[in-house]
């Protein structure tokens, strides 16, 4: 079949050239086109990137200041300390609420497949008897699709997002969204994920980081030395996770070789604390180490600045609950000298009750 020449070639990217090439119709089709006569290019649909996972979180973006942080992981307006603060030690007003910019972060990372880009090759008319304009616009050969291993469809399944599936869970329910979580990568490598555990109904909720490898072998939080320490120090100011505590993390998988956990990470699974607060509605919340607190309080300031004064958590239904910081037990096995700090805030935490 003989081709008619075209009188004015049409604009072709490299992929379209390429692909011209191999189907035999380059030298047929590119000829130099006057500049004023080159054929529109189809505009391109902007990128979109729906967010997937809405998580209540209240963890720390790279700026944000100290904050009241409510159950559903906004950030409220004002922090109002309870014990006398030095006014330096409140910073301003974030911008940008700490929750927002790093639920967005995760969505980014996380979130549902991007839309694809407005096809070039829509159905306009190739302006080319005989070619379909199917054939004239496409940007390169068919892509291959790439077999995805067990971990990838376990994560990448479609699924609720976390803040959305917590909401009307109860205390078992949400332990087995915990357990079945693949909101973010720390799923593919642990052994178990730690929910928490001790008593309900709760008279302090304990935070801290992420469980550690014990904890990951044995699915309970702070079960390792670190925790024979907490019980210690429960114990002295009268409390036990059996009758009084539950004792639960702000990750519920351990991080590989116990690094920090990410931003995305925190996000995905902030929803599962928030919920945990807002349903065991504990008298007061103690929370261990830098890393804890500054995700919950949506800040980076120093433990060294945050703990000695009760701060204010700020529940959905309004309730407010005292949060005490203090020093991770793992920081105080290897700083012995500062349980004499730790042992301030606890005695700070057992007079609000
Ligand atoms: N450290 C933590 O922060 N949590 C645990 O559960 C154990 C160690």
């Not at 500049?35 to 729906?50: N, W």
């Not at 204010?312 to 949060?323: A, C, F, R």
Request: net charge positive; aromatic share 4%.
């Amino acid at each position: 079949m003989t081709v008619p020449t075209p009188a004015v070639a049409p604009r072709v990217n490299p992929l379209q050239r390429i692909w011209l090439r191999e189907i035999g119709m380059e030298r047929l089709w590119l000829r130099p086109a006057p500049a004023d006569a080159r054929a529109p290019v189809a505009p391109q649909a902007p990128v979109s990137k729906p967010v997937l996972l809405d998580s209540g979180v209240a963890a720390r973006a790279p700026d944000a200041p100290a904050a009241h942080v409510n159950v559903s992981g906004q950030p409220a307006a004002v922090q109002a300390p309870v014990a006398a603060v030095p006014p330096a030690a409140v910073p301003p007003a974030a911008p940008m609420p700490a929750a927002a910019s790093v639920a967005a972060s995760a969505a980014a990372s996380t979130a549902a497949p991007v839309a694809a880009p407005a096809a070039v090759a829509t159905e306009r008319s190739s302006g080319r008897p005989g070619i379909p304009a199917s054939i004239l616009n496409r940007t390169g050969p068919p892509p291959r699709p790439v077999p995805k291993t067990a971990e990838e469809e376990a994560v990448e399944a479609p699924r609720i997002p976390v803040a959305e599936a917590v909401k009307n869970a109860n205390l078992d329910e949400l332990r087995e969204q915990v357990v079945a979580c693949t909101a973010c990568g720390l799923c593919q490598g642990r052994r178990h994920a730690v929910f928490g555990h001790g008593a309900t109904p709760t008279r302090w909720l304990v935070v801290g980081e992420a469980p550690g490898e014990q904890e990951d072998r044995q699915g309970h939080p702070f079960v390792g030395r670190s925790g024979q320490l907490l019980d210690a120090m429960l114990a002295a100011v009268g409390m036990s996770r059996d009758t009084d505590v539950f004792i639960t993390n702000v990750i519920k998988c351990r991080p590989p070789g116990n690094r920090n956990p990410k931003p995305e990470e925190i996000a995905a699974c902030s929803p599962y604390l928030m919920r945990q607060i807002a349903l065991l509605k504990p008298e007061r919340i103690l929370v261990l180490g830098r890393f804890a607190a500054q995700t919950l309080l949506g800040t980076d300031a120093t433990i060294g600045s945050l703990r000695g004064r009760v701060h204010t958590l700020k529940t959905e239904d309004g309730s407010q609950i005292p949060l005490i910081v203090s020093y991770h037990p793992a920081y105080l096995l290897r700083s012995p000298s500062e349980k004499a700090r730790a042992w301030q805030d606890l005695k700070l935490a057992s007079r609000q009750i």
